[in-house]
């Protein structure tokens, strides 16, 4: 996956080839889920905006941080990921099931955590084992 202005883009590796394009917002770091069927990406207006693949659709967006989202990284557990942007915020999110009236079941993000920090977050990682970031 690469992101960039205004577009997102999935790539087959052993060809070399796009193989779809999203309408995004100004991307500047993103992720593909557990399951790969969903992609996160970080925007500079500081959105969360997570897009189903197949049907490049966008199934959610979130005002995560005031101010540029900059880093991303995946929990190794694969039950959330954690953000850190120019608002000096390190945040922990979740996955979670969302369902619609009807009951259909669809993938959602939960804050679960904050930590203020005294800079911005340019980058942000975790440990291989989760136990640190």
């Not at 941080?65 to 000096?88: E, M, Q, R």
């Not at 915020?89 to 939960?110: H, N, P």
Request: charged share 20%; net charge positive; aromatic share 8%.
């Amino acid at each position: 996956m690469t992101t960039g202005h205004k577009q997102t883009k999935i790539w087959n590796v052993r060809s070399g080839s796009c193989i779809r394009t999203l309408d995004t917002g100004y991307g500047l770091c993103g992720m593909f889920l557990p399951g790969n069927r969903h992609i996160v990406i970080g925007t500079k207006k500081g959105l969360l905006e997570m897009y189903e693949i197949s049907s490049a659709t966008a199934v959610e967006r979130i005002q995560a941080h005031d101010g540029t989202l900059w880093s991303i990284s995946a929990n190794p557990n694969n039950k959330g990921f954690v953000t850190g942007g120019s608002d000096k915020d390190v945040k922990f999110w979740e996955y979670q099931v969302k369902r619609t009236k009807e009951g259909i079941a669809s993938v959602g993000l939960l804050l679960a955590k904050e930590m203020k920090m005294t800079d911005e977050v340019l980058c942000v990682s975790y440990s291989a084992n989760g136990k640190w970031v």
